[in-house]
Structures are given as structure tokens and as C-alpha cells.
């Protein structure tokens, strides 16, 4: 019976374990589904509709093959759009049977070449982009709304092959399972088969005969009994202190039969049997992988934080933090490599307005005095705060608050940053310094966005283009100006500062007697930069603004000159050694104010400022 036993759980193994092996193997079914992208016009680019790309659930694996640069960029379907308005493209579509579909789109006003072309490497427009040579393989999870641009260097062709292949659920939760209990019943088996063999060689073994009749009782020889267990204190012994195996083999006669007494240990290999089941039951579950395991079914929880709910009509943030971060990594390596040359065309590409003013004058005088200090660098990383603005069209703001890494010692910047176009790059036009122990209002999440404030807003306390003319007021003024009780403490102690740095020019020049023969006058206005107003949760709004500080030493007599010879800086911007009419100097300072809302009982905060050399002019 044992044997029945044995064989039966053989059996039940063998279907167990063939059903897990199947499961995994030849009743596995595909991996994933593939969708062939073929295009009967190749143009220079190519456009995957966001509803190709979430046609199947699961990832996106994007599969490109061509001769030399391959690119693929994620970008919002709109921005796509816009940035190929000017040139003709291949667009991928879904039809309402589920296959794809490509045709040519033209521009609106196509021009006499046949449309622009440019390299989409680089375009602070994307999302993410990848290039390769040749092959590129791309995954990704694309949310609605956002496209898959493919293209080259935007000289040669899109790459025509092309596909996107979205994984099926091959999980097998049963076959790992499957293949333990065929183990198991395997090794049930060989136990059930070795006790079957042992009971089957016992049941099978010589019965042993009745013992001969004992002789009869001899007197017994004592020098005979001597002899016997000398002999017997002779014999080999073992380790363990019996009789050596090859003495016990001694055949002893009784008349004509000779018997062999066998007293050596038979080796055991009960256990030698259960180790090749052990390693097949391994060797089947070394290729389970977890999709062959049952696993529990898990319930998204709710997180407990409520998001800010989107009104009607929202915009899209201009950047994500990701693609922020990248632009700021980008700007800051630009900035870097023109700072080292001296390059202001080279800063031009990543700077404009007032920004861009303040290097080229300081590279103009690096050029002459060595240790002229350079505007103040912009960190590659750690974007502290980031506000874009919600903007579906162009131009398009961004406002960041960035910290030089974990150094402590050098303040934060705080600046705006703006992309006139689809296809130009975003350029800083502000950036100041923080001040000690100032703080933003709050501003609404990156993922949100934020509304710029129009310049002449009513709704503010002070309108952003009037903000400048006021606080320059408060510079010239002090507690005289009409606006001074406007401003709360820390935008007065630094108008405080900019006068106790006026009085310090004057005390100089007096104390070089030359006061009598000159006369030194100084005068704030509003920079001519257009304001940048962001909007907080409150009502209020950040506004970046300009004050130009200018500084007029003209002489007193017609026989006097000014001479610069301890202003290497002047000399340097205005290439002479002096004047009989006079020098303007101006100080282009920036600004970044917390302005509250009308009605308020707020003052207005100043938040960051930054003060720069803009330009030295003769008076003719």
C-alpha cells in the first residue's frame, strides 16, 4: 500500500509542477502590446498625440530606430503646437476604431522654403528629452494633455521607425504556489518509496532455524580458559573498542558449514535520498519570479491633506519643477562660462533688461580693474520656491526663490525669469539678494500657478508702476515723502542706507577740499524696466521693480576739471581721465517688494535687494 501511496504522490507532483511550469512558460502570452508608427510623408518632425500615447494603460516605451541624431521630447500638446506653428509636421492621431492614423500638418503661413526648421535640442519648452545616436528607447508616463515630439537635428528627417509598446498583465499568482505543493508532494513521494523498500526487505528476509540441542556438559580444561582469553585480549580492537572488522570475519565450521559472522556497519543513505528532491524543488523556484506569487490587494488611500481645487478656466503653469530645475542648471552654466570670458553676448542669452545691463558693465570694467566684483552668481540647484505663472500664451514668468546649495553664508536669490516665445529661452530680467529675516507671503503652489498682477492694478496698496517713482521718493526724501508711512521697516532702513551712502561720497569729497571747487548732487528715479507683479494667495502680490540712483559731480569754476584718477571704474566705462563739464554715475538697484492689498493694514515689505554699477557718462 505504501507503494500506491508513493506513486500516487508522485503523480499529483508531476501535474502540479507541469501546471506552475506552463503557467510561466508556453500559456504565459505576450509581454506587452506594440503599435507600429508609420508615416507615408517623413517630414522633419514628428508628433505623437498624448490620446496614441495613453491608449493602453500601463508605462510607455517609445522605440526609435534611424541613421544618426535621434530626438524625443515631452512637451503639453498646446506648447507643441505653438512651437511648430511656423513648419510642417507629421501628426500621429487615435481613429474611433482604435488604430493610428499620421498626416501631414501644414502651417498657417507657410513660408516660401517650406516652413522653418530648427534644432528642438535644448528648447526650454520640453518637459524631458532624451537624445541618442541611431537607437533611442524611452519610458515614460505621459498624463493627459501631454504629447511626444520626435524628430533629428531638425535638418534631416524625423526617424520613420517608429513604435510604442505598453505592457499586459502577465501576472501567474498561482504558479509559484503550484510548483511549492508539487515539491513538497514529491518529496512525500520519495519518503513514502524508501519506507515502501524497507518494509518490503524486511517482510522478505530468512527466518532463522531452532538452535541445535545442546551437547552435554564437559568439565572445562582451566589451562583451555587461559588459553581462550589470552587469545581473545589479542585481538584488534577498533577506536571504540571493538573487535576489528576483518578479525570478526573468522569462519567457524560445524562439521561441513561455514558460517560468516558479519558485525561492520551498513552506511546509511535514508537521508541521501531526500537531497535530490530538495535541489529540484530549488532549482523549480529559482525561476519564479514575484509576478508567479499571489499578492493582497491593496486600496489607495486617500491622502490626508486636501489639494486647492483648480477654478474654471485655469491655466497650465508655465514650467514644472522638474523642467524649472533644468532651465535654472542651464542659465547657471551659461552664466558661469560668460562670467569667465567676460562674454556679454554670451550673458545675453540668458539675460535681459536691467539683469543683463548690470554684467555688461561689469565685464567692461573687468576688463580693466581686476578686482571689480561681478554681479552675484546664479546657484545651478535647490529651487526653494518656485511660483510660474498660469499662462497658456507667451510671454510667459516665472518667479524662483534659489539657495547656493546648503551654504548658509551667501543669501538667497530671489528673480524672474521670462520666455518671450515658443522658441526662445527663458531670460532672468530681476534678480536681488534677500534680506536678513525676510519673508514671502504665500504664494500658491508650483503645480497651481499664479496670476500676473497688470502694472496699473487698482487692487494693490500702491500700483506696481507707480512703486519704483514712490520709493525712490523715500530714498531722496526721507520721512518728508508723502509715501514713507507706505513703506514698513525693512524698505525704510534700506533707503536709510542708500542716504548714509550718499553722505559718505559727499564727507569724502570734502574731506579732499574738494567741495569748494566741485559740486556733488544725487537724484532716484524709476528704471526704466517694466515691473513684474505676482500675485499671492492673499490678494496681495511680489513686485520686482528698479530704482536708478544717480550720482552728478560737475565743477564749480570754468579753470577746474573732474579727474578720475582714484576712480579706475569711471575711467574704465568712459575712457578718459577728466572732464571740464562732469561725470554721471548711476546705480541701477533692484528691487523685490511684498505688496499688500488695497485696503490693507500692511505695509509694504521689502524682501530683496541688489545694487550694481549701471553706467558712468561724461557731461559734454
Known amino acids: 500500500m505504501r507503494f500506491v501511496w508513493a506513486v500516487l504522490a508522485f503523480v499529483l507532483?508531476?501535474?502540479?509542477?507541469?501546471?506552475?511550469?506552463?503557467?510561466?512558460?508556453?500559456?504565459?502570452?505576450?509581454?506587452?502590446?506594440?503599435?507600429?508608427?508609420?508615416?507615408?510623408?517623413?517630414?522633419?518632425?514628428?508628433?505623437?498625440?498624448?490620446?496614441?500615447?495613453?491608449?493602453h494603460p500601463g508605462e510607455q516605451k517609445l522605440t526609435a530606430h534611424g541613421e544618426g541624431t535621434i530626438f524625443v521630447a515631452q512637451a503639453r500638446t498646446a506648447d507643441l503646437e505653438a512651437w511648430l506653428s511656423d513648419t510642417s509636421y507629421n501628426r500621429i492621431r487615435l481613429t474611433s476604431d482604435g488604430t493610428t492614423k499620421s498626416s501631414v500638418v501644414k502651417p498657417a503661413e507657410r513660408a516660401s522654403d517650406g516652413g522653418s526648421t530648427r534644432n528642438p535640442a535644448g528648447s526650454d519648452l520640453w518637459l524631458d528629452s532624451f537624445t541618442a545616436k541611431d537607437a533611442l528607447t524611452d519610458r515614460m508616463q505621459v498624463p493627459e494633455g501631454v504629447s511626444v515630439l520626435v524628430a533629428s537635428d531638425g535638418k534631416s528627417p524625423a526617424p520613420?521607425?517608429?513604435?510604442?509598446?505598453?505592457?499586459?498583465?502577465?501576472?501567474?499568482?498561482?504558479?509559484?504556489?503550484?510548483?511549492?505543493?508539487?515539491?513538497?508532494?514529491?518529496?512525500?513521494?520519495?519518503?513514502?518509496?524508501?519506507?515502501?523498500?524497507?518494509?518490503?526487505?524486511?517482510?522478505?528476509?530468512?527466518?532463522?532455524?531452532?538452535?541445535?540441542?545442546?551437547?552435554?556438559?564437559?568439565?572445562?580444561?582451566?589451562?583451555?580458559?587461559?588459553d581462550a582469553e589470552r587469545e581473545l585480549?589479542?585481538?584488534?580492537?577498533?577506536?571504540?573498542?571493538?573487535?576489528?572488522?576483518?578479525?570478526?570475519?573468522?569462519?567457524?565450521?560445524?562439521?561441513?558449514?561455514?558460517?560468516?559472522?558479519?558485525?561492520?556497519?551498513?552506511?546509511?543513505?535514508?537521508?541521501?535520498?531526500?537531497?535530490?528532491?530538495?535541489?529540484?524543488?530549488?532549482?523549480?523556484?529559482?525561476?519564479?519570479?514575484?509576478?508567479?506569487?499571489?499578492?493582497?490587494?491593496?486600496?489607495?488611500?486617500?491622502?490626508?491633506?486636501?489639494?486647492?481645487?483648480?477654478?474654471?478656466?485655469?491655466?497650465?503653469?508655465?514650467?514644472?519643477?522638474?523642467?524649472?530645475?533644468?532651465?535654472?542648471?542651464?542659465?547657471?552654466?551659461?552664466?558661469?562660462?560668460?562670467?569667465?570670458?567676460?562674454?556679454?553676448?554670451?550673458?545675453?542669452?540668458?539675460?535681459?533688461?536691467?539683469?543683463?545691463?548690470?554684467?555688461?558693465?561689469?565685464?567692461?570694467?573687468?576688463?580693466?580693474?581686476?578686482?571689480?566684483?561681478?554681479?552675484?552668481?546664479?546657484p545651478p540647484d535647490k529651487i526653494k520656491i518656485l511660483v510660474p505663472q498660469a499662462y497658456d500664451a507667451w510671454p510667459r514668468t516665472v518667479l524662483m526663490l534659489v539657495e547656493h546649495g546648503s551654504d548658509q553664508t551667501v543669501a538667497p536669490l530671489i528673480m524672474t525669469m521670462t520666455q518671450n516665445d515658443p522658441w526662445s529661452e527663458y531670460k532672468i530680467s530681476s534678480v536681488a539678494e534677500m534680506q536678513a529675516a525676510a519673508k514671502l507671503p504665500n504664494?500658491?503652489?508650483?503645480?497651481?500657478?499664479?496670476?500676473?498682477?497688470?502694472?496699473?492694478?487698482?487692487?494693490?496698496?500702491?500700483?506696481?508702476?507707480?512703486?519704483?517713482?514712490?520709493?525712490?521718493?523715500?530714498?531722496?526724501?526721507?520721512?518728508?515723502?508723502?509715501?514713507?508711512?507706505?513703506?514698513?521697516?525693512?524698505?525704510?532702513?534700506?533707503?536709510?542706507?542708500?542716504?548714509?551712502s550718499r553722505a559718505a561720497v559727499q564727507k569724502a569729497l570734502k574731506d579732499a577740499n574738494a567741495d569748494t571747487t566741485s559740486s556733488l548732487s544725487f537724484a532716484a528715479k524709476a528704471g526704466s524696466a517694466v515691473p513684474v507683479s505676482m500675485s499671492s494667495i492673499d490678494s496681495g502680490a511680489i513686485v520686482a521693480v528698479t530704482v536708478d540712483d544717480a550720482q552728478t559731480i560737475k565743477p564749480t569754476s570754468a579753470d577746474a576739471v573732474i579727474k578720475l584718477d582714484k576712480n579706475p571704474s569711471a575711467k574704465a566705462l568712459t575712457g578718459v581721465d577728466q572732464s571740464a563739464g562732469g561725470f554721471v554715475s548711476v546705480y541701477s538697484i533692484q528691487l523685490f517688494f511684498a505688496v499688500p492689498a488695497q485696503g490693507s493694514s500692511d505695509k509694504i515689505t521689502l524682501l530683496a535687494a541688489s545694487q550694481q554699477l549701471q553706467s558712468v557718462t561724461e557731461i559734454k
Open 233 to 378: 585480549a589479542e585481538t584488534p580492537r577498533d577506536a571504540a573498542g571493538a573487535p576489528d572488522a576483518a578479525e570478526t570475519e573468522r569462519p567457524s565450521t560445524a562439521g561441513s558449514e561455514h558460517r560468516v559472522e558479519r558485525r561492520g556497519v551498513r552506511p546509511r543513505r535514508r537521508a541521501l535520498l531526500v537531497v535530490p528532491a530538495i535541489g529540484v524543488a530549488a532549482a523549480l523556484l529559482s525561476g519564479c519570479t514575484p509576478d508567479a506569487w499571489p499578492h493582497p490587494a491593496t486600496t489607495a488611500t486617500p491622502s490626508p491633506s486636501a489639494s486647492p481645487s483648480t477654478e474654471a478656466g485655469q491655466q497650465a503653469p508655465a514650467v514644472t519643477e522638474e523642467q524649472a530645475s533644468r532651465i535654472l542648471a542651464n542659465i547657471s552654466k551659461t552664466l558661469g562660462e560668460a562670467d569667465k570670458k567676460l562674454d556679454a553676448n554670451l550673458a545675453a542669452t540668458r539675460l535681459e533688461g536691467t539683469a543683463l545691463d548690470a554684467r555688461k558693465t561689469a565685464y567692461a570694467v573687468r576688463g580693466s580693474v581686476a578686482d571689480f566684483a561681478l554681479p552675484a552668481s546664479i
Open 13 to 55: 507532483a508531476a501535474v502540479l509542477i507541469g501546471t506552475g511550469i506552463a503557467q510561466r512558460t508556453i500559456f504565459l502570452g505576450p509581454r506587452d502590446v506594440v503599435a507600429e508608427l508609420k508615416v507615408s510623408d517623413p517630414q522633419h518632425y514628428t508628433v505623437i498625440d498624448s490620446a496614441v500615447l495613453r491608449s
Open 443 to 500: 504664494m500658491a503652489p508650483a503645480w497651481l500657478g499664479a496670476k500676473l498682477t497688470p502694472p496699473d492694478s487698482p487692487f494693490l496698496a500702491v500700483e506696481p508702476d507707480k512703486l519704483a517713482a514712490e520709493f525712490a521718493d523715500v530714498i531722496d526724501q526721507g520721512e518728508k515723502s508723502a509715501s514713507y508711512d507706505a513703506f514698513g521697516k525693512s524698505a525704510l532702513d534700506f533707503a536709510t542706507s542708500v542716504q548714509d
Open 160 to 226: 520613420t521607425d517608429v513604435s510604442v509598446s505598453w505592457p499586459l498583465d502577465t501576472a501567474t499568482p498561482w504558479a509559484g504556489p503550484l510548483i511549492v505543493i508539487g515539491g513538497a508532494l514529491f518529496v512525500l513521494g520519495l519518503v513514502l518509496y524508501v519506507l515502501a523498500i524497507r518494509h518490503s526487505r524486511r517482510g522478505r528476509g530468512p527466518r532463522r532455524k531452532a538452535p541445535p540441542p545442546l551437547p552435554a556438559t564437559e568439565p572445562i580444561d582451566v589451562a583451555d580458559r587461559a
